[in-house]
């Protein structure tokens, strides 16, 4: 997954020359996934339409500070930014806002965020050279702003020296890079913004709906040793967890998928840990659970593992070889009678009496929904891309899902489990 798949970035244009090649910044941003709103000042609109920006990212562009038909306020434009970026920054902006003036929709708005902040300074040489403006970014870097430095060569003003915009592949760049360093998502604070006298100006949509969650997803059979050539495993690929752990990654959680034995890639801008039998599984599940909301037991955990595990490959003799199994511990259970106010998410896979058992299971592990599907049916079960399922919730409903692509119901389970995150919060 791309660094910027599903950030919130926010672009202050102001009226530069250069504002134009910010129209690349901005194409590049949304096609890498990032969700990109712009703001402008008054004075960019001179050098591009809202109306371009606004299509490219297909959102809507702010430009003024008590416009009749505002879009989104400033505390809220300061609330959905992941990262702000100012380009180009003119040495006019730079005084503003090295000097705390909020005298328009973007100052304003850098004052209100919490965001990191990405400078790129664009002028003629000496206007950038000019100590003032010199000063004013020192001020700017001292206060935290990352300031992307100008490239030289051709100015619009007609002579060659520093002061350009650098390219929009190398401001995207250094912004993927960001991201691909901070990977924790950051809090959301407020989605409402009050107009005053009762009217609502606006209301953003938190675009991220698990920010500020950490989800652990298992996936994949654990794998039991029996001598060092031999294992007992069983059929399941991980694909359901695998398309959980992305989903919910997708969705904004800082995910953790511990994964046993599977044929699917690794996921990317999660993190990622390879286990082997159900000891190994739950001593890593067990590191993390502390600071965990939620955990989600895709995984096929073996029941059983070979008493004394043969230290050499075990040679043919007898006709018959008998392997003594002890019980593996329950991971689900255990993590259910210390489950505090973490969502915990079961799978029963039955081949009879489905709803009958993944009850019984969603009671004794104590689970919030336990998803359950019968692996007897065609379309469902291990191998297979496809799964149907049946959810049932602790308060003793039960949803029967049609078939469908174990994506979609990857996505179906991970909203189920906003909605308990919202009603246990709310
Ligand atoms: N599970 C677990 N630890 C185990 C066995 C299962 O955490 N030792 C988890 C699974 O990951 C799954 C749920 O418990 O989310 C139910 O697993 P399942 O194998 O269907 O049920 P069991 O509890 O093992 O019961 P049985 O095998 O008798 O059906």
Known sequence: MN???????????????????????????????????????????EFV??????????????????????????????DFADLLLIAPATANFLAKAAHGIADDLLTTTILATTAPIFVCPSMNTNMLENRVTQENLKILKNLGMKIIDSASGNLAC?????????????????????????????????????????EVLTIVENPLP???????????????PIDPVRYICNRS??????????????????????????????PENLHFQKVESAEEMRRAILAEYE??????????????????????KIKKSDENLTLELVKNPDILKELGQNKGKRILVGFAA??????????????????DMIVANNVTVEGAGFGTSTNIASLIHRDGKIENLPKMSKSELAEQIVRRLEEKFLLKEG
């Open 350 to 367: 039955e081949t009879e009496n489905l709803i009958e058992y993944a009850n019984k299971k969603l009671e004794e592990k104590n689970l």
């Open 291 to 312: 600071s965990t909301n939620a955990v989600i037991m895709a995984a096929a955990v073996s029941d059983y593992r070979v008493k004394n595990v043969a230290a050499q």
């Open 237 to 266: 690929s991980g694909k359901m967890g695998y398309e959980i752990a992305k989903v919910a990654r997708k969705h904004g959680a800082e995910v953790l998928l511990i994964s046993g034995n599977s044929t699917e890639l690794q």
């Open 158 to 198: 007609g002579t060659i020296g520093k002061g350009r915009l650098p390219e929009p592949e190398d401001i995207c760049a250094e912004i993927e890079k960001f991201f691909a360093e901070n990977f924790v998502p950051r809090e959301k604070n407020s989605v409402e913004i009050s107009a005053g006298f009762g």
């Open 210 to 224: 698990l920010a500020g969650k950490r989800i652990i997803v298992t996936a994949g059979g654990t794998i039991e």
């Open 3 to 45: 660094p910027l798949e599903g950030r919130n970035i926010l672009i202050g244009v102001t009226g530069g020359i250069a504002a134009y090649k910010v129209v690349e910044v901005a194409s590049r941003l949304k096609k890498s996934g990032a969700n990109v709103r712009v703001i402008m000042t008054k004075n960019a609109t």
């Open 49 to 78: 339409s809202p109306r371009t920006f606004q299509e490219i990212t297909g959102n809507p562009v702010s430009v003024e500070m008590f416009a009749e038909k505002i879009h989104v306020a400033h505390i809220a434009l300061a």
